[in-house]
């Protein structure tokens, strides 16, 4: 069974849209979360990463077909920090730098290439574009996770992308922003993490990351763990209430047996004997319960055991 943020990753390339400019947001967003930089001779290039076959093609593809340069063959890598096999591929020649430059990854001064941090603005200028962007980054290093519908704890959603560095993170948040989706950074050893926790933010992210068989699992799951919750809240109620009616039930009878054993219940007026021959027949009996059976307000039979109580504390102090 594939989890979650598979089934999120398999629909964002399934129904992956857009030309030249979303394909190369996305193959940018990818190289800054599942890729590095390599180079050889004069030639930058970039190696990527991935545990999904599914993910790898869609990327060779993209970089084969929309943009004419050639990549290396695939190959299986342990990964050293989950100790799962990833395929690797790479693409170093002469097209690769410019790729690399067009995708914002590289820049050039007088002084000659160096790294660029920072999220290319031209990449995100358009709404399409900037979703496609967070598709990459998503594909190459997100992951949701969804609670047990079950379970009553009001935690478990978690949305999360992982980046090399913490400038690129921050802009990403930025990208996430112009949606109206608040992000969180947080540093985790060496990667930024851009994570969401909410329901309304993960909503609003699988929506526009084009995900909405998985949105309509997320909502599912919402409602059932809301139901689920509700049903708690009344069992606790009702645990509570019967927890109430049994204590004042303990205390009634203890103050009966108290007079039965003093001075007697044959002592009590007529409507005092019938309260704790009633009690007495039966312990278990709400308060509104035994007043019906005695065709008696609750209010009456509430007044009538204070006065059984009262009685009873001053015979048992006396």
Known sequence: MISFTEEIKSEIIKNFTGGRPCALAAL?????????????????????????????????????????????????????????????????????????????????????????????????????????YIKGAFLGGGSCT????????????????????KITAGDFCDILCGFDILAKLVMRKDSAVIYLKSIEAISAALSHIGAKKSLDKLRVVARERDNANNENRVNNCSVSNIDKTVSASVKQVQAIEIIRSTIGLQSLDENLFSVAEGRLADKNASMQELADRLKISKSCLNHRFRKLMEMAKQLDEG
């Open 146 to 165: 969804l609670p047990d519908s079950l379970s009553y704890s009001s935690t478990g959603y978690h949305f999360e992308v992982v980046f090399h560095n």
């Open 28 to 132: 940018s967003a990818f190289i800054r979360t599942s890729g590095s930089l390599i180079k050889s001779g004069g030639d930058y290039g970039f190696e990527l990463s991935t545990e999904s076959e599914y993910t790898a093609h869609f990327f060779a593809d993209i970089i084969e077909h929309h943009f004419g340069t050639e990549i290396s063959g695939f190959s299986s890598r342990s990964d050293l920090s989950s100790g799962r096999d990833k395929l690797v591929f790479s693409c170093v020649n002469g097209n690769s730098t410019r790729l690399l430059r067009d995708a914002g990854i590289i820049g050039e001064d007088e002084e000659g290439l160096f790294v660029n941090f920072s999220i290319k603005q031209e990449l995100v200028d358009s709404d399409e574009c900037a979703e496609a």
